[in-house]
């Protein structure tokens, strides 16, 4: 089969360039990881949009980088195919280059990882209070894998 990815802006955002590059890198991260029948959104907005759902969902009130939440329903389209709904992932195009300076990376690097470390939460992987830092080496299993996948596509240009 396939995986669908559907990727979107919040109201009144002006779409980045490399917009049309995630579902692309999307499918093919799916792929590597063996994900197959599935569909995930990914929608791209800005800090106060992701403050208010770390807020609600979260009790945090505070924006972050990247929110994922778990759908697990699945349906059937026009066309007979059966697809599960793992998903949708938030990122938050302010924090994004905020987040590459900190780590020294490219904005092409840190997107590439925010929607990996999305993904992966949303297949049940966690990292509990351990998080991605500067300069160490993953302990969890969860950035481990993430780690290894960004190695298998360091050389991938989605934000050029």
């Not at 692309?24 to 792929?31: I, L, N, W, Y």
């Not at 929607?115 to 950035?143: A, S, T």
Request: net charge negative; with cysteine.
């Amino acid at each position: 089969m396939a995986n669908n990815i559907l990727v979107d802006l919040c109201d009144g955002m002006d779409a980045p360039a490399w917009i049309g590059n995630v579902e692309p890198f999307m499918r093919d991260v799916m792929a590597e990881l063996g994900y197959d029948g599935e569909e995930v959104s990914v929608l791209f907005c800005g800090d106060s949009f992701i403050q208010n759902l770390n807020r609600e969902y979260r009790n945090i009130d505070a924006p972050t980088d990247v929110l994922s939440f778990e759908d697990g329903g699945s349906y059937t389209d026009d066309e007979g195919k059966s697809w599960l709904c793992v998903g949708d992932i938030a990122i938050s195009l302010e924090t994004l280059p905020k987040n590459a300076e900190y780590f020294g990376v490219s904005q092409n690097e840190e997107l590439k990882r925010l929607l990996v470390h999305g993904l992966l939460h949303l297949h049940g992987m966690d990292h509990g209070d351990e998080h991605v830092e500067k300069d160490r080496e993953p302990e969890c299993e969860m950035l481990r894998l993430q780690k290894s996948i960004m190695e298998k596509f360091d050389g991938t240009g989605l934000v050029q």
